[in-house]
């Protein structure tokens, strides 16, 4: 005897399983992309590990490390990367010193000062900066900063790191704003409300309630936007310059880590060669720089996090 399921109830059956199915499929789906990304992370560092090991069989690691002079593609040839290390510190350090001040006190003026109108305004008009090509960084730098720097210091070459970081420390900017506003406006409002209880002004409550009970967040995103600088390619590129010196003056033109893998991968050096092998020799340096600063950034986050 055939029995006919009412129609809602076949309808049921059907989304049941449906639902069966896709609950069985998407954790695959998610596993495979999970799986694809960390297959991609170990095949890159593969890849740095073994092309760095071939380098270091030709070239003295301790002359790597520690030399002074940086010139593999000239003879005679000279592989000391402290030119190239100290460029790159340097023009770093100028970005830091423009983009941690400014945007920790946007951060602190969009949440403490600014109203919500403005905030919803003003905060993704600083994001913006974030959007914009390197490339245009780069040209701006080089058209509109030297220039003006160059009014003041007649002696500074077209080329100079201190134009580079200044443009550098305004790129990464909305890093510092962004990520120390959020850890800002997750600080509880009890906490504002009893300082101002107590008497506080709206200043010293930002100054000595909020900023330290944000401490880990704004710390995290001073490491994280120093990795930034550290990695940035093409501003460096077009305003630094491309010559590898060992020198404190930033008026002068440096050439950093990533310029020194632009310039030999514009496919003039052949291919297996010791100059080749400079490029993940140095990609391999700058690959352990930011690892370890994300470490510590991590570790801050951790040490300082505050739990209310």
């Known amino acids: 005897m055939q029995v006919n399921l009412p129609q809602h109830e076949t309808t ?15 954790p695959i789906v998610l596993f495979m992309c999970a799986a694809l990304s960390v297959l991609t992370t170990i095949g890159i560092v593969y890849t740095l590990f073994s092309e760095t090991f071939s380098f270091f069989r030709n070239v003295n690691i ?7 002079k940086w010139s593999p593609l000239i003879e005679p040839k000279s592989f000391g990367i402290l030119p190239l290390l100290g460029g790159t510190l340097m023009v770093t350090v100028i970005a830091c010193l423009v983009a941690i001040p400014i945007g920790l006190a946007s ?6 000062y ?10 993704p008009v600083l994001e913006v900066l ?22 003041i210091f007649p002696d500074v070459g077209v080329f100079n790191a201190l134009s580079a970081g200044i443009v550098v420390g305004i790129m990464i900017i909305p890093m510092v704003s962004s990520l120390s506003e959020d850890a800002m406006m997750a600080v509880p409002r009890s906490l504002r409300h009893g300082a101002y209880a107590l008497g506080a002004t709206r ?24 990795s930034r600088a550290i990695g940035e390619t093409m ?23 990533t310029a020194y893998i632009v310039q030999v991968s514009m496919g003039d050096t052949p291919h297996g060669s010791i100059e080749y092998g400079t490029i993940f020799a140095v990609g391999m340096t700058l690959f352990v720089i930011t690892f370890l600063l994300n470490i510590i950034a991590q570790w801050v986050a951790r040490r300082f996090r505050e739990e209310y």
């Open 12 to 26: 049921m059956s059907f989304k049941n399983k449906r639902a069966h199915i896709s609950d069985k499929i998407v």
């Open 130 to 151: 974030a959007g914009i090509p390197t490339i245009v960084y780069g040209y701006f730098a080089l058209s509109f900063v030297t220039p003006l720097i160059k009014s």
């Open 235 to 257: 501003i460096v590129t077009v305003a630094a310059g491309a010559t590898p010196q060992l020198t404190l003056n930033p008026l002068e033109s440096i050439q950093t880590m």
């Open 203 to 226: 200043f010293e409550v930002a100054l000595k309630i909020v900023v330290p009970a944000a401490f880990s967040g704004i710390v995290s995103s001073s490491v994280l936007a120093f």
């Open 114 to 123: 600014a109203p919500a109108r403005v905030r919803k305004i003003v905060k």
């Open 62 to 68: 301790s002359e790597f490390l520690f030399g002074t």
């Open 107 to 112: 951060a602190i003026y969009l949440s403490e």
